[in-house]
């Protein structure tokens, strides 16, 4: 779920970037970072992509196995911003 999200922070990016290539400036290169920490047993992922807005936390969080690249696609094909 968390690397889903993480393409769909991607997806959002990669996107917006098509009209305002100023989002890429600051980091031009898409990714995400899987890291490891044994010592904690965790793992930490980090990605480039755009955050979600406090509209976007209100309207997914705790919702699951929702898919938030298909949600902004279909709403990028209804004229959303």
């Known amino acids: 779920e968390l690397i889903s999200n993480s393409s769909d922070a ?6 917006q970037s098509l009209t305002d290539q100023a989002v890429l400036e600051s980091q031009p290169d898409l990714f995400i970072h899987i890291i490891p920490d044994k010592s904690n047993n965790s793992l930490t992922l980090v ?28 709403a990028v094909s209804a004229g959303a911003d």
């Open 10 to 15: 991607l997806d959002k990016i990669r996107y």
């Open 47 to 74: 990605d480039s992509g755009i955050g979600m807005t406090k509209a976007d936390l209100v309207n997914n969080l705790g919702t699951i196995a929702q898919s938030g690249t298909k949600a902004f696609m279909e």
